[in-house]
């Protein structure tokens, strides 16, 4: 790295804009291939079905802190955060493999409980673990989950579909598992200062399970199978409301307003937002970690989900030209926007 | 991990030790789930033709150097060791992810440099990058790349077919990419005693691009289905040629007499083992990051490709009860041990 001339941050360009300079000149050259980069999962053709592909990496000290995250917690949201990928597509994950890179700090035994949390996943979930790598780190621990899934072709539901006049939903609530951070994280400032304090954990029961052990949401497509539906497009919900709205926009080339007073929270979700005096809406578009799915449906297809609770109407889908807007309790519109990770240091 | 009882040190089981404890409990659940952990790839089910999937993770200071790798040379280097395991199951790798975990030195420069060697294997091997997760890493960088192939099913070859009387092959040559390894570190060390010193690499250009610039061989691939053979067991020379004898043996249920004074070297690989004082064949047996294919044919097979000068015969597989030995030139049996990686530090 020496002879560089130029050094351009990566925090100039952001998540976002550094995956576009990397990917933007990719010439697919597969018969099989069907979708390549930039939605939830790549798309394969391999027969009488399609093959749907994910992977994530998670690292210590960003994506978590074994201060406080219990390795079988660990392995357990490791697993859903890419199982999530999958339902995304609308498509049943099968398979993952799962790499991981260990610093000497941990014992066989600590591997063992990363693991069986991997596997009560794959258990909970009917995965098959089939492969993966386990080699030394000279640091801390990364995870690095790959899944294969697979839908009929027809069934498949990407981020493109949405069109004007759309109704976007949201299955749960938003904003909990963000909140259970903070919670986790303040307890931790308590306990470097003062090893011998209990944490404070009672009543959060909720947004500490949001937070260390989430689930994903098979029964959500489900529902959509039983109900006869097919949404126009669909994300899950890791970055934030936020993020993942502007994928659906730019994807299908539509405006959004999302409606602020209908965005679904828990009541532990806005209790420790008031506590931490944080309002409690920044946690749903910009916290992430949810594992929600986020959709569109037809004005048709929504009057069939509408009763639903376990689903929120929040917004409708606009014309491109009117680009994506939150509209606030007042009636003001604020435009959204993307956030990915930055480099922290 | 404050709460644990009992700390076995990893160092204690190996590698191959753990894997094991962390797989033998795994039950299959899916259908389309022909072949899980235990070879170069795990086998799919989707149609027509099989999937077949595999993933490895290289972590900086334990599989690579960036004081003397250049990160072109990486990237490429990464793609290259996963299509190997799906050439090693006679199969054809058609799509890749890429994951990578970044620390705040590396620039946009730095991650396009990396992208360029991804882009340039993907390229040579006709493969589909489509899709990957870049993220933030407080320490070093992580590359984890994850490769899916297709075969017929009747084509795949396994770890596992292996009989008495088989013929042991390898293709090309074997201990360069050690041998290559051994000059980098040395020029490296010289380096860092007095950076005005010029690294001393003539004449070494043969294993220096064993080392940093590795090719795979679809090439091996193609002359099996040409001369009309199919190999009884298969695995790719990622560890030495020690430990994919020993998978072979334990896979195929068979043992093994390798014949020391066959293993194929190339002379730069001989002349630098005489140049650092090492047995040159340790280099073969030990060394790994060949990436040639180790396989086994029937006699009637290897009478169809023995004047092939890529191939060549280095030993017979015999009886499981007579063991895996090395034949060294007196004639005295060496047992063969299986190497994976143990922690360093």
Chains 1, 2 share one sequence.
Not at 8 to 19: A, C, V
Not at 297 to 316: C, M
Request: aromatic share 6%.
């Amino acid at each position: 790295m020496s002879k560089e001339k130029e050094h351009t941050r990566i925090s100039e360009l952001g998540e976002f804009g550094l995956i576009d300079r990397l990917t933007k000149n990719i010439q697919l050259k597969n018969e099989s291939t069907l979708k390549g980069v930039g939605d939830d999962a790549a798309v394969l053709n391999y027969g009488d079905k399609c093959v749907v592909f994910s992977t994530d990496l998670l690292t210590e000290g960003i994506h978590f802190n074994l201060m406080y995250v219990p390795l079988k917690h660990l392995g357990y949201k490791s697993v859903v955060v890419n199982l999530s990928d999958i339902f995304a597509m609308n498509a049943q994950p099968r398979q993952i493999t799962v790499n991981i890179a260990l610093s000497n700090k941990f014992s066989v035994e600590a591997v063992e409980e990363l693991y069986s949390g991997i596997h009560l996943a794959c258990e909970k979930y009917g995965i098959d673990l089939v492969g993966g790598d386990t080699t030394s780190s000279l640091t801390g621990l990364t995870i690095s989950v790959s899944v294969l899934g697979e839908a009929a072709k027809d069934d498949l539901v990407y981020r493109s579909g949405a069109k004007e006049g759309d109704i976007l939903c949201v299955s749960g609530d938003l904003g909990g598992a963000y909140m259970g951070l903070q919670l986790l994280e303040r307890e931790n400032e308590v306990f470097k200062v003062n090893d011998n304090m209990q944490p404070q954990l009672e009543g959060y029961d909720y947004i500490l399970e949001r937070q260390l052990k989430p689930e994903t949401r098979p029964d959500v497509i489900a529902a959509f199978k039983k109900i006869g539906i097919k949404p126009t497009s669909m994300i899950d919900i890791s970055d934030g409301l936020s993020s993942e709205i502007m994928h659906l926009c730019n994807g299908s080339k539509v405006g959004c307003r999302l409606d602020e007073s209908k965005v679904p929270m828990d009541n532990q979700t806005k209790k420790m937002a008031e506590e931490l005096n944080i309002n409690p809406l920044v946690s749903a578009l910009n916290g992430g970690e949810d594992y929600e799915l986020l959709f569109t449906v037809s004005p048709e297809d929504y009057e069939k989900l509408k009763n639903d609770p376990d689903f929120t109407a929040i917004g409708e889908m606009v014309n491109e030209s009117a680009g994506a807007h939150l509209i606030a309790a007042g009636g003001s519109e604020i435009p959204l926007q993307a956030q990915g990770w930055n480099h922290q240091k």
